[in-house]
């Protein structure tokens, strides 16, 4: 079985930009979490999404934003990028209510923004 | 709001010890926790998950214990060796939020 898969590997912007993140839950996974791991800060809660909605929203700025598409496969945009954007973006999926279900994470995305 | 602490922030040990990481969490009103386990730069590895319900879990070298009702975790590993050294993340799980992480542990195993 496959796992979390998420794309690119490496994103470089410049400030200003968008960058648009993307992830592939496992098969049967109808839940995507991103969470953001910046240097210092530990792992943050961005978004979740479950059977195409949002349902759940970390503290980040309207400019992180997102979609799950009818496979399940989901987008994180971050637009007017800023240097502290900068960090490790992290995908997870999981069968369903995320207190319930493990979550299983991706490879990650590395962001950096100069 | 919860908050999960994990302590040593570091910790450096010669091959062959056993150790003891350490995690606390502020509400106990919990369904699970996670240990996992990251490598540099890398995503996460899950190691072992417990319920609510659960005293404790083990899986090889590793055991994870859950004390619900004082907000602590730990998890052992025995014998440590080089290849596990990497930072171990405890996150706890609780209703329609999702998971809520420790700073982690980075662990260095001492050939």
């Known amino acids: 079985e496959a796992g979390v898969t998420q794309s690119p590997t490496h994103l470089i912007k410049t400030r200003g930009q968008q960058a648009t993140l993307r992830c592939s839950p496992i098969?049967?996974?109808?839940?995507v979490y991103w969470y953001q791991q910046a240097l210092g800060l530990g792992l943050q809660f961005l978004l979740w999404?479950?059977?195409?909605?949002?349902?759940n929203r970390g503290n980040f700025p309207p400019r992180f934003s997102g979609r799950q598409f009818p496979n399940y496969s989901s987008e994180l945009n971050v637009n007017a990028l800023e240097l502290e954007d900068s960090a490790l973006y992290l995908c997870?999926?999981?069968?369903?209510?995320?207190?319930?279900?493990?979550?299983?994470f991706g490879p990650g995305t590395r962001l950096t923004v100069t | 709001k919860q908050e999960v602490t994990q302590i040593p922030a570091a910790l450096s040990v010669p091959e062959g010890e056993n150790l003891v990481l350490n995690c606390s969490f502020t509400?106990?009103?919990?369904?699970?926790l996670q240990w996992f386990r990251q490598d540099p730069g890398k995503g996460l590895t899950s190691l072992l998950l417990?319920?609510?319900?659960?005293r404790e879990q083990t899986s090889g070298r590793l055991n994870a214990s859950l004390d619900k009702s004082s907000g602590r975790s730990t998890l052992y590993i025995a014998a440590s060796q080089p290849g596990d050294s990497a930072t171990y993340l405890c996150?706890?799980?609780?209703?329609?939020?999702?998971?809520?992480f420790g700073k982690g542990t980075r662990l260095s195993v001492i050939a």
């Open positions: 997870a999926s999981s069968r369903g209510l995320a207190g319930v279900y493990e979550q299983y």
């Open positions: 098969s049967g996974h109808t839940s």
């Open positions: 999404y479950d059977e195409g909605e949002e349902r």
């Open positions: 509400d106990s009103a919990i369904y699970n």
């Open positions: 417990i319920q609510s319900s659960q």
């Open positions: 996150a706890v799980a609780q209703g329609n939020t999702p998971l809520v």
